[in-house]
């Protein structure tokens, strides 16, 4: 097991890498606890949880809404919890995103923790400190910073995990090394089989490493106004195919990613050689690469102008300067633009 210390504005929070979900009442301080979960993690892994008082969400990004958080609180109204209790969240992004919320809330706010069992919980919303639901379709817009008194990232748990999200959590293992640990990049380069095949091991340093890179840049900006932007690299393109395909988020970045390379090169920050290194990769992940010819050209254009981080008539993007170096420039729409009529063309 491996354990990093996040000192957040809102309070500190620590991340075990490798500990097993059977540990968990040794990280739940002496106060009443209730369990918030998902239907198919309770199914899977309900025989392994304390004989504590749960609460069954649904699944799927609609259902991260108000009104779920709702239901939380009235059936924590229910089970008489105050404030003396502590919340756990067992589950994928959506679970940590709706408990975070729910009982940073609930009574002005309760202290909170996280079994992440998905991939891409454990190497991204694990750490930052955000909790939100969506609003009326706009995603994330209602939530709060607060820090999760402690994380555990159980890697067994990926187990279980349908291939397809767990092939879309290395998208954002790959992120992170892209942007901040070459090391990271060439051992996933040599280790991608055994990563593909959840080697133990292998696991528990991309945990490890991903989380290193994401909070070493969250604990310099927690509320997202320059450092933070790095950690949206191939996010841009990924945000605006979400909104106009049925695409998951993980391939999405995946192309967006493969966009963004393509940019730096053309900028000359990047070498022809790194951005093919990236591509290679993410074919060797099963991820997609190229965006698919039937997806509408002038829609995603379109998303791209709507982007909420847009600003007048430029979009700041995480580009690379080479595999595990990253910076942000300030892009002209236009350039943009024509960087998508072209991959439309040419890849
Ligand atoms: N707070 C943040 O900083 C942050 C960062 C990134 C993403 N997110 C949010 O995370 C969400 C996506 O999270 P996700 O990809 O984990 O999806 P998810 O929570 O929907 O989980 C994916 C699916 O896997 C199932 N599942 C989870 N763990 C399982 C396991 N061990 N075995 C079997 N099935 C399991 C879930 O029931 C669900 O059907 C999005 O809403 C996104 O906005 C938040
Ligand atoms: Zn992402």
Partial sequence: M????????SGNSQILINESLENLTKYVPPRRPVIVTDHNVNRCYRSYFPGWDIIEIGTGEEIKTLKTVEGIYQQLVDLEIDRSCFIVGIGGGIVCDITGFAASTYMRGLPFGFVSSTLLSQVDASVGGKNGVNFHGYKNMVGVFNQPCFVICDTEMLKTLPRNELICGFAEVVKHAAIGNRELFTFLEQRYTDALNLDQPVMERLVYDSILVKSSIVEQDEREKGERRKLNFGHTLAHALEKTTDISHGEAVSIGMVFA???????????????????????????????????????????????????????????????????????????????????????
Avoid: C, F
């Avoid at 979009?315 to 729409?333: D, F, S, Y």
């Fill in 2 to 9: 491996k354990i990093i210390n996040i000192q957040g504005q």
């Fill in 261 to 347: 390379a393509n940019l730096s090169v053309l900028r000359h920050l990047l070498s022809k050689e790194e951005a093919n290194r990236l591509r290679l990769l993410l074919k060797q992940l099963q991820l997609p690469t190229e965006i698919e010819t039937n997806i509408s050209k002038e829609k995603v254009k379109d998303a791209i102008r709507k982007d909420k981080k847009r600003e007048g008539q430029g979009i700041h993007l995480a580009l690379l300067k080479a595999i595990g170096e990253v910076i942000v420039e300030e892009i002209p729409l236009e350039e943009l633009e024509a960087l998508i009529d072209d991959m439309y063309m040419h890849w």
